[in-house]
């Protein structure tokens, strides 16, 4: 079992930042990678970022790359995601996630957390 809670959500105006944390607990030796991902309502769950615990493996999805930094604490069992640069189409539910593999699909994870709000204003 492993537990995941974010936290650091808010509401920004556009072109401001905000560094959302993941933190991890349980059996989280058994997961290889950690993701982000984000769902608006009324949209699919999109993948954002995701590395795997040794940082050798780090990926961004297109819309957020240049802006979005993903990074992780292994003493901590913390992840982060840095946003710079928040865009009004940023505006979502963002969710951490844990994988026992490396994959960008939202159904290849094994846990979830609860999720934290991002909401960007123009």
């Known amino acids: 079992q492993v537990q995941l809670v974010e936290s650091g959500g808010g509401l920004v105006q556009a072109g401001g930042s905000l560094r959302l944390s993941c933190a991890a607990s349980g059996r989280t030796f058994s997961q290889y990678a950690m993701g982000w991902f984000r769902q608006a309502p009324g949209k699919e769950r999109e993948f954002v970022a995701a590395?795997?615990?040794?940082?050798?493996?780090?990926v961004y999805a297109d819309s957020v790359k240049g802006r979005f930094t993903i990074s992780g604490d292994n003493a901590r069992n913390t992840v982060y995601l840095q946003m710079n640069g928040l865009k009004p189409e940023d505006t979502a539910r963002y969710y951490c996630?844990?994988?026992?593999?490396?994959?960008?699909?939202?159904?290849?994870?094994?846990?979830w957390g609860q999720g934290t709000q991002v909401t960007v204003s123009s």
């Open positions: 996630a844990a994988s026992s593999g490396i994959s960008l699909s939202p159904r290849s994870y094994n846990y």
């Open positions: 590395l795997n615990w040794s940082g050798t493996w780090i």
